[in-house]
């Protein structure tokens, strides 16, 4: 805790020193202490999202395997990943693929042993990679021996460890995660002789978080997995994890238990004070607050589902108004959190947030086929084919970098991969990664994969691969590095203060950054057609916009606007200059 206080004094100190700023001339800035920075990390990192199983094969069984991502940990390292984050490796039946877990201390056979995790762990470290993994103690798998022993005994300690009713209740098949494909939130087990509850999947059983017993299980899990050298947790469905469920309760509206979140972050932060929580909770921001916790004790990390719903909706429309909000609305955080700001994740793009003609707009241009949407509420395809043209996929990877947060990329996102929509549901976005043009995308050389990779098409492995983009100074993996670099060289995204600012268009985003002294304005046209700007940063102290991208200069007229001219989805980043 007093860290946390002499942090926030500091940056509170920080900020100061950056709004009196026109009124010093050459006033030193206020540094960060490198101990709070080191401790803080997360504040300008990019997160890689993987899946070990369709990463990279070394063994020739199909699957992806701890290998395979060590071999690879030189490519994410000049992409500018800072910290990878792990989809669920641990043994599993694989219904789910992988988040029914059966073992929360084991490596899946599939993808290697505990040696070969171990030695990813220590290649990743020694390039200064962290690695952040899915906690998923919501529930575990029906296989797991904790749900096995709690059916088979009803006077097994296990049975209080997760959630039963000898009657169906009344709301049994209300709050389902997965509507139009899960039929059920509880579901009768004849072993048992009772129902069991489930938010996902009915081979899925919740664990009691009411339990004693499984919290203390929890941080057991938590300590095995930061003792073996793990930076964070990606918590899986925040909200699901903390509810107070039973027989009664109504999953519509649950009644949740804030204090765990807090809690969880005290038993974090003992053990390893820079690991960190970066939570899924797609929540309206009206209910943020005790997710971060009041002074920052909670996730110090979380998406922002809220703004990322409508940045496809700015996308799809060229309207910035919806955005430009949202980002507002989930402006007011601690100074020691972050959001986290993806384009897509793991999961379908979720858009139950947004009326249903705003979601109506975003499906005819991205997702028009019933097959391309899910859930009725979201759209399961990736990035590239969605908005197809290059000039909005550079655009939308520009403001993810931009954007205030720490930026989260998919693996295979970064050379625009394609989707596979035979596969069921997310399975379509979840394909293989595309290496080079060899067999299998230089993935697996088994005859049988663990998913097929995609190989017909504009997306086909033949013609979007790593190393073809590697050899092509324009491709859009270059693109992404260089902006990677960029972002890091703009720490004002991440510990700076930022306010938007009236562009004069309703499709053009701008966002200008303080921090210690520096100003960084940066602009978003979201219409294909070019736009002619002037308008005020608003920053009295600043008479240049230096381009950060192509060096050319902007000066202030008379009047103290600026003319400033994009091109149709064009983008830039200033700094601004005395």
Known sequence: MKKIIILCFFLITACQNSKTESSKKDAPPVPVPTDFI?????????????????????????????????????????????????????????????YDISDFYGIDKNLGTEADFNEFMRQAHQRGIRVLMDLVTNHTSDQHPWFQQAIQNKNSPYRSWYVWSKERPEKWDRGMVFPGVQKDVWTFNKQAGEYYYHRFYESQPDLNMQNPAVLQEMRKVIKYWLDKGISGFRVDAVPFLIEIA????????????????????????WHKSDAILLGEANVDPKEQEPYFGKD??????????????????????????LLAKSLEDTKDIPPTAQW???????????LGRLSDE???????????????QLYNRGIRRRLAPMLGNRQLIDLAYSLLFSLPGTPVIRYGEEIGMGDDLSLPERMAIRTPMQWSGASNAGFSTSAKTVRPVISQGAYGYQKVNVAQQLADSSSLLNKITNLSRLRKDCPE???GQWELIDSGSPNVLAIRYDWEG??????????????????DPEKKNGRTLVSLLDKTESKAENDGKFPIQLRGYGYNWYRLTK
């Open 296 to 321: 920052g004790q909670g996730m110090q990390t979380m998406f922002n589902f809220f703004a990322n719903q409508h940045l496809f909706y700015a996308l799809a429309t060229g309207e910035v108004n």
């Open 358 to 372: 705003e979601r109506g707009k975003i499906y005819a241009r991205m997702g028009p086929d019933t097959n391309m």
């Open 246 to 269: 039973n027989a009664d309760f109504d999953p519509d509206n649950p009644e949740h238990q804030f204090d765990m979140i807090a809690q969880l972050h005290q038993y974090i932060q």
């Open 518 to 535: 520096q100003s960084l304005l940066i602009l978003h046209n979201f219409k294909p057609d070019p736009q002619k700007l002037r308008f």
């Open 340 to 350: 986290a700001q993806f384009l897509r994740n793991h999961d379908e793009i979720d």
């Open 38 to 98: 080191q401790e803080l990390w997360y504040k300008n990192s990019l997160i890689y999202s993987v899946d070990v199983e369709v990463f990279k094969d070394t063994d020739g069984n199909g699957y992806g395997d701890f290998k395979g991502i060590t071999q690879q940990l030189d490519y994410l390292k000049k992409l500018g990943v800072d910290a990878i984050w792990l989809a669920p490796f641990q043994p599993t039946p694989n219904k789910d693929d992988g």
């Open 493 to 495: 995204i991440g510990w």
